[in-house]
């Protein structure tokens, strides 16, 4: 099928389910909420459809009036420039549809769970992990997402061992899912007396936030054990044991939460998070299975993927998928990362048209 007649049956489809959704009995179909969808989603990409094929319609009358051998000059000449400024619109609006119909990640539009984790650098690592997470803290602030609290294991020095948080807005796995992977900074510790440059890391990983009905958790299938919170140097925080771990047994995954005085807030936070990681277990094995020969410039999403390098000395960014750097370390850290993530989305926009063209 050509790429012109995928396009006529799109039309054709999206003409039909109008047609059936305006008919009176309509809310009373078994299917209505499916077909409501269907038809929403395929609203932007006929729009588009009809946008491109009004460009090209435009684009052949004007030049069937410019090769008219009686035509007027001066017609002819208001033609040939309206011809130029359609011809270079037309391949932009022929990618815009193309990019509508790749394939959707189902999980773009979902909140996400951010978890950071301090890597190898000791306490240095830390204190990077802890510049990570209010980075995209800012950067959700910004964007005016609800980014909440889950979790927190300090260092005692202003630093994260480990950090979770919700967030919560409009597409936000879409634009923070390149994210995940090992994060890299160079840069003289404060603690360093003879000015020598450091290397250290910190892990992030971010998953789609999963619903209770995306995934069954089987209440044997759970070990939960409550324990007494305690702060950083083993100081106690609370007199009960309101803290909880719970251990996912098939898969081994363990999620801990001491953060609320409640138990039962604790347990319902580690659930969310534990539904999160399941889910994406599930997501990266379907994957696996539909791209088994297939590995991204821009990463597969591996937490020990090294993604990112950030350069104090030099005061520049890194990004080592797509061999971008930007020299303005500053305000990438006080979260300005749209420049970062739209090259990111850009990247893997392009390597999947490759794949389909």
């Excluded at 925080?237 to 999620?255: E, K, Q």
């Excluded at 599930?282 to 020969?293: I, L």
């Excluded at 990004?319 to 739209?342: P, S, V, W």
């Amino acid at each position: 099928m050509s790429f012109s007649e995928k396009l006529d049956r799109l039309v054709s489809r999206f003409e039909e389910l109008g047609g059936v959704l305006a008919s009176p009995d309509a809310a009373k179909s078994g299917d209505y909420a499916l077909l409501t969808k269907e038809y929403s989603e395929l609203t932007p990409v006929v729009e588009g459809i009809r946008a491109m094929r009004k460009v090209e319609a435009e684009i052949a009358d004007l030049r069937s009036l410019i090769d008219d051998p009686e035509g007027d000059a001066d017609m002819k000449a208001l033609a040939e420039e309206e011809l130029r400024d359609l011809t270079s619109k037309s391949p932009e609006l022929e990618l815009c549809v193309k990019l509508l119909l790749l394939p959707k990640d189902e999980a773009d539009a979902r909140n996400a769970i951010l978890e950071l984790r301090a890597g190898t650098g000791g306490d240095e690592a830390g204190l990077f992990a802890a510049d990570l997470f209010r980075m995209y803290q800012r950067y959700a602030e910004s964007r005016k997402w609800k980014f909440e609290l889950l979790h927190v294991n300090e260092t005692g020095i202003g630093g994260y061992k480990e950090a979770v948080a919700s967030v919560t807005g409009r597409e936000v796995f879409a634009r923070l899912k390149f994210e995940s992977g090992v994060h890299r900074v160079q840069r003289v510790p404060e603690t360093e007396s003879g000015g020598r440059i450091h290397t250290s890391a910190a892990t992030v990983a971010v998953l789609p936030e999963a619903e209770e009905v995306d995934v069954e958790i089987d209440e044997k299938d759970l070990r939960v054990d409550v324990f007494r919170a305690s702060g950083p140097g083993g100081q106690s925080v609370n007199t009960t044991d309101s803290a909880v771990r719970i251990t996912h047994l098939p898969t081994g995954i363990v999620v801990s939460q001491q953060d609320e005085k409640s138990q039962h807030k604790n347990k319902a936070k580690a659930m969310r998070v534990l539904r999160a990681r399941l889910y994406e277990n599930e997501r990266q094995k379907a994957d696996a299975e539909r791209s088994a020969a297939r590995r991204g410039q821009v990463g597969s999403g591996d937490r020990s993927e090294r993604i990112r390098t950030y350069n104090f000395p030099q005061g520049r960014v890194t990004d080592h998928r797509i061999n971008l750097t930007l020299h303005k370390l500053d305000r990438i850290l006080a979260g300005e990362l749209d420049e970062l993530i739209d090259a990111l989305t850009a990247e893997d926009q392009a390597e999947r048209l490759a794949e389909v063209e």
